[in-house]
């Protein structure tokens, strides 16, 4: 059973961000991918925690994660959408 986590923030200036949060969350409903969001902006221990889990003191989101396994970012995860490898991206195959 996978455990799909999606670390995002609901309070982002940046329209790219939002963008990219909401492409990765359409893709995951499109293929009825069950998945949790993290909001990394409820708390700074969030953030950390997330950027601690990727060793990448400035990583934003959208970070995706199968458990406690690491997936990859936005440009990782489109990438695996125009390959039509979206379950394997996730760990899922």
Known sequence: MSS???YYTSVSG???VKQRQEEVTRI???YKIKYELIDISV???VLQEMRMKLSTPKAL???IFNGQ???GDFEM???AKENKEILKFLKME
Do not use: G, M, N, T
Request: aromatic share 10%; proline share 10%; glycine share 0%.
């Open 4 to 6: 799909i986590k999606v």
């Open 14 to 16: 940046s329209r790219e």
């Open 28 to 30: 995951l409903d499109i």
């Open 43 to 45: 708390s700074l221990k």
């Open 61 to 63: 989101p959208p970070q």
């Open 69 to 71: 396994e690491y997936c």
């Open 77 to 79: 995860f489109h990438k």
